[in-house]
DNA sequence: CTATATTTGATACAAAGTATCATCTGCGCC
DNA sequence: GGCGCAGATGATACTTTGTATCAAATATAG
């Protein structure tokens, strides 16, 4: 009666629920049901979304979610790694790369809203390096990357009109 | 009476105020007494200023800005890229490099506060590559670097306990 | 100086995020 | 399997950040 019915049972889902499971051993950390709701939440949206549609997405589920609980899990799970904020769109993604810790760039797609996570090594180096040159020691790295993506250039191309965003 | 009497009329100043100015006719766009109060007041604190300690600022002098018209204002000075918004930090700073459009990065000292604009030529070569590389084309590009500065990292040493941020 | 298209100021509101604290619960231990 | 309790949750209230609307004011071209 409680479970959550709309949420498909796919390989996805339950590996990324087990990830979640060893990453909470490893660290010591508690595995809760709001932990494992907004993990299997976000997993299903496959696009990012903002703290408050997925507290909507929540509520729809167990009702019991608030704005506060839903900042806190993401915060958890963040500082996991498996979790990330876009800045530039104030929105949550899963992390899609999900072995060890990393820093990642995000290409997003101002039309179609797609969202691309790469793990580029040259530029690592270089905000590494830009770092160090600055005399900076780095330990978080913010790279957004905003544009229009391959499939929508295309379908746009003959409706284009210079002044449109 | 109604003239801005704690703000220096420093070389800096008037050299913003020209380039604004120029920006302005340039751009076609008019030239209005916020537009520049605004330019002024970020250019004295000469840190990042939230949009409301701005507004707070620009009350104290003229008393009737509104947090409507500071967004608006801001999001002039950024459209001429005369102004950047910090989006790890939500914040607004003056754009340090006064010569046409470009792609920066930001180096931001979670101690002090400490703001670096910089302007690398292999971050900015990584970043175009990799949007090539899949497809995108790039027309924004948030890179911000978040660590501890030099000094922050000298002074700190003696005192430094691992679990600290 | 005048005409007018833009911008502003004022108001109200929406969205995003945080603080506090009593209650509940995951899980290590028996 | 059940107990105890550190740590997490839910509830509430609040702060910060950002937008929409529209009548009144004003920067600039002529």
Redesign the interface.
């Known amino acids: 009666m409680r479970k959550a019915r709309n949420v498909s049972p796919t390989p996805a889902r339950e590996r990324a629920l087990r990830r979640l499971e060893d990453l909470c051993r490893e660290h010591g950390e508690r595995l809760t049901r709001p932990r494992r709701a907004v993990l299997a939440t976000l997993l299903s949206a496959r696009r990012p979304l903002s703290a408050y549609e997925l507290l909507d997405l929540l509520r729809a589920e167990d009702g019991k979610s608030t704005a506060a609980s839903v900042y806190r899990t993401l915060d958890f799970l963040r500082a996991l790694g498996i979790v990330h904020r876009l800045?530039?769109t104030r929105s949550f993604v899963l992390c899609e790369h999900l072995e060890g810790p990393h820093w990642v760039?995000f290409?997003i797609?101002?039309r179609c809203g797609q969202v691309?996570e790469?793990e580029?090594e040259?530029?690592a180096a270089?905000?590494e390096?830009?770092?160090q040159r600055?005399?900076?020691?780095?330990?978080?790295?913010?790279?957004?990357?905003?544009?229009?993506?391959?499939g929508c250039?295309a379908s746009a191309a003959c409706h284009w009109r210079p002044g449109a965003r």
Do not use: M
């Not at 005399?135 to 229009?148: C, H, K, P, S, W």
């Open positions: 800045e530039s760039q290409l797609c101002r691309v790469a580029d040259r530029i270089a905000t390096r830009l770092g600055l005399g900076f020691a780095l330990d978080q790295r913010i790279v957004e990357l905003t544009g229009v993506c391959e250039r």
